[in-house]
């Protein structure tokens, strides 16, 4: 079979289980794809916003947004943020929550509508997440942005130009206007051929399961 096995993702830049469940699906996917016979995966990342509301310059570290956001106490919150940093870790990813920089991420989704557009949507997300977790970079401004989006090959002062103009809105719009539809309220989200839904940062083997259970069906139809 030449059709490869549609993949569409819900994530939000900053959401920390989002950048682990890329990294197990990714896993998941090419221990599926080791299988043969024509398997393949395309990948497809839509917009998904946590909190539409956090301000671009927050004033203050992740603990304090979460307390203020989740009404959590900050040694409670600590202990989630250990969590997910073991988790992390895990999956070989190295969060720095000393270093994030709380922000909104409006302008991170338009912008990977726009390498979307042009061929560069799956280097856009990695580089993005990375930034973010990884290297305290500021996610929310313009020109971070541009600077993250000209590492991935796509052209610095075009991007500006776009992320000025809200060229992408009305996508990443309709991209959450589907997830609604759909009923998904937390992310990582994956809906896998247009007839799965699959719940957070899963196992990897999980993800190989449904990737084949797919497969089979396909074969079974054909």
Known sequence: MSNPIKVDVWSDIACPWCYIGKRTFEAGSTAFMAGGDGREVELEYHSFELSPDTPVDFDGSETDFLAGHKGIAPDQVQQMLDRVTQMAEGVGLHYDYDALQHTNTV??????????????????????????????????????????AAQVGLDRDDVIRSLEEDEYLADVRADQAQATAYGIQGVPFFVVDGAYGVSGAQAAETFTQVLEQVWSEREAVA
């Open 107 to 148: 302008k991170a989704h338009q912008l990977l509508h726009y390498a979307k557009a042009h061929g560069k949507q799956l280097e856009a997300t990695e580089r993005l997440l990375s930034a973010y977790f990884t290297e305290g970079r500021h996610v929310g401004r313009i020109a971070e942005l541009a600077d993250l």
